[in-house]
């Protein structure tokens, strides 16, 4: 109207909208996550290339040389470096966390990560993308915690705000929302970000710290799995007590191949076993 009624063209600026929150995503760099290698190169370009992120970060996380301290190393750009866990904070809650891990290794069975979680988790939101299906979490060392149900009634909480579906035990536990890559469980996850309070995703409260020695039948536990480990016939054993037919199908069809890699992995479930899917290539 302007315009018509003056004949004076005045441009009428907007900023332009950027994304409010940066990702750093944390890889578990431990060797049994070799087998996801694929994937997380995959889910790493998608979120690269998504545009939801301000900025995206990619750090590493695994054991050090003592194997008995978690070390943070920074992924970006050419060079790595080791980093203070500390860097992962940001205090004003621009940024989340997601930890890409089977929560399986050393590093979680003996809780030294556990520290490091309850770090950033007080200050930000903060996630584990857990690789295995929700059956086999309780077979990780998620197990050494309380399964939960969490949920937040305002958009961007850190996680010591969430609310839990449980009283623990014990007030020195952290809150830590589990997501697998499976298209609702995501759609759950960003729901409770938003502050939808009818929307919860599972989760687990995680002791601060673990000590093992205070807990003697975990130490057991430990032991008698550390002996198992070495006697081939035992795992055996154990891996047929505790997979699915179609899992151990699937072990008996990749016994005939000289090489075990993912893609032939999948060539076999696509030609000779496609009823199974992504829980049997995690047994």
């Known amino acids: 109207n302007q315009i018509a009624e003056s004949k004076i063209w005045t441009p009428i600026l907007q900023d332009a909208l950027e994304p409010l929150v940066d990702l750093a995503l944390v890889i578990d760099e431990s060797s049994s996550m070799l087998i996801w290698g694929h994937t997380i190169t995959e889910l790493q370009?998608?979120?690269?290339?998504?545009?939801?992120?301000?900025?995206?970060?990619?750090?590493?996380i695994k054991l050090d040389d003592s194997q008995i301290k978690?070390?943070?190393?920074?992924?970006?750009?050419?060079?790595?470096?080791?980093?203070?866990?500390?860097?992962?904070i940001d205090l004003t809650r621009r940024s989340m966390i997601q930890i890409v891990s089977e929560c399986?290794?050393?590093n979680w069975r003996k809780g030294y990560i556990f520290p490091t979680l309850n770090l950033s988790a007080n200050k930000q939101t903060e996630a584990i993308?857990?690789?295995?299906?929700?059956?086999?979490?309780?077979?990780?060392?998620?197990?050494?915690?309380?399964?939960?149900?969490l949920s937040s009634s305002r958009s961007g909480v850190a996680n010591k705000?969430?609310?839990?579906s449980k009283i623990s035990p014990s007030p020195n536990t952290t809150k830590i929302p589990i997501v697998s890559l499976e298209p609702e469980r995501i759609f759950s996850w960003t729901e409770m970000l938003v502050g939808k309070r009818e929307a919860s995703v599972?989760?687990?409260?995680?002791p601060h710290q673990l000590n093992i020695e205070d807990h003697r039948l975990l130490q057991k536990q430990q032991e008698a799995l550390a002996l198992e480990?070495?006697?081939?016939?035992?795992?055996?054993?154990r891996f047929r007590r505790t997979t699915s037919p179609l899992g151990r199908k699937l072990?008996?069809?990749?016994?005939?191949?000289?090489?075990?890699?993912?893609?032939?992995?999948?060539?076999?479930?696509?030609?000779?076993?496609?009823?199974?899917?992504?829980?049997?290539?995690?047994e």
């Open 45 to 60: 370009k998608f979120l690269q290339n998504y545009g939801i992120f301000r900025e995206l970060k990619i750090w590493g």
């Open 70 to 88: 978690v070390q943070l190393i920074s992924r970006n750009g050419s060079n790595s470096r080791v980093a203070n866990p500390r860097e992962l």
């Open 104 to 106: 399986d290794y050393k």
């Open 129 to 149: 993308i857990q690789m295995l299906p929700d059956l086999m979490w309780r077979k990780s060392a998620l197990n050494l915690g309380m399964l939960v149900n």
């Open 161 to 164: 705000d969430l609310i839990s």
């Open 202 to 206: 599972p989760g687990y409260l995680l």
């Open 229 to 237: 480990d070495r006697d081939p016939k035992a795992r055996l054993e």
């Open 251 to 282: 072990a008996s069809l990749l016994a005939a191949s000289p090489v075990i890699r993912l893609p032939i992995v999948r060539f076999i479930q696509e030609t000779l076993l496609p009823d199974s899917g992504q829980i049997q290539i995690a």
